[in-house]
């Protein structure tokens, strides 16, 4: 069956260090998005992709980058790890078009020590 | 700009009886709506969305939700709740020209037996 995967689930990592997180889809969507959850703010997204080389800023993106080399996978990259990025990580895939669904992966969840 | 508003952080049921889950949304044309839950520790699943037509749209495991122009509203509803119901509900919604969603704060629900 198709899915989105993303790894690690948990991740401790130290201030200042780069942490990149891992997502992987199987349905071949062109479309991929991050999201951090936080109490209070719900999901906000950080960065997104609608294509092989495409990427683009979230309303949240200081401080994280992406790059899409394929179609499967959109990494997510801390560059130096604060502890304001402590969160829950969210991935999630879409085929091209606003009415179709988002399909979100397991979550990752960062302490940023 | 587009938001979405959840009045509600928590709320609390008994089993069997019914539910509402309110959501207000600010956007300038008709937008995209759209319902997920999230169960502890799990990503988000989608309940429902609405695009266009019938403004009462029925989505998976009972729940229902109507769209009001008038009120901007898109409330989630279920006339009997059960125990595993209890879940984080979020509302979003999506512009007609862009893939993006934005989510609400959501809302926790706890049922009792």
């Known amino acids: 069956d198709a899915e989105i995967t993303q790894s690690p689930r948990h991740k401790i990592t130290e201030t200042g260090r780069q942490v990149t997180l891992a997502c992987h889809q199987t349905?071949?969507?062109?479309?991929m998005f991050w999201y951090r959850q936080d109490l209070g703010h719900g999901l906000r997204l950080i960065h997104y992709?609608?294509?092989?080389?495409?990427?683009n800023k979230g309303e949240v993106s200081d401080g994280y980058s992406v790059s899409r080399s394929n179609t499967e996978d959109l990494p997510l990259t801390l560059e130096s790890a604060a502890s304001s990025q402590t969160s829950v990580y969210f991935c999630?895939?879409?085929?091209?078009?606003?009415?179709?669904?988002?399909?979100f992966g397991p979550g990752t969840r960062l302490l940023v020590l | 700009a587009q938001s979405v508003t959840q009045p509600d952080i928590h709320i609390t049921v008994s089993e069997g009886a019914s539910l509402e889950l309110r959501c207000n949304y600010s956007?300038?044309?008709?937008?995209?709506l759209f319902w997920y839950v999230q169960s502890p520790g799990q990503g988000l699943q989608l309940l429902l969305k609405?695009?266009?037509?019938?403004?009462l749209v029925q989505g998976i495991k009972g729940f229902e939700a109507e769209f009001k122009r008038s009120q901007s509203s898109f409330n989630l509803r279920k006339p009997s709740v059960h125990w595993s119901d209890a879940a984080e509900y979020f509302c979003?919604?999506?512009?007609?020209?862009?893939?993006?969603?934005?989510f609400g704060t959501g809302t926790r629900l706890q049922v009792f037996p």
């Open positions: 999630a895939s879409t085929k091209q078009g606003s009415q179709e669904t988002q399909y």
């Open positions: 349905w071949n969507h062109n479309n």
């Open positions: 992709s609608y294509g092989v080389h495409d990427t």
């Open positions: 956007y300038g044309a008709t937008p995209y």
């Open positions: 609405y695009f266009s037509g019938d403004t």
């Open positions: 979003a919604v999506g512009a007609r020209n862009t893939d993006k969603l934005i």
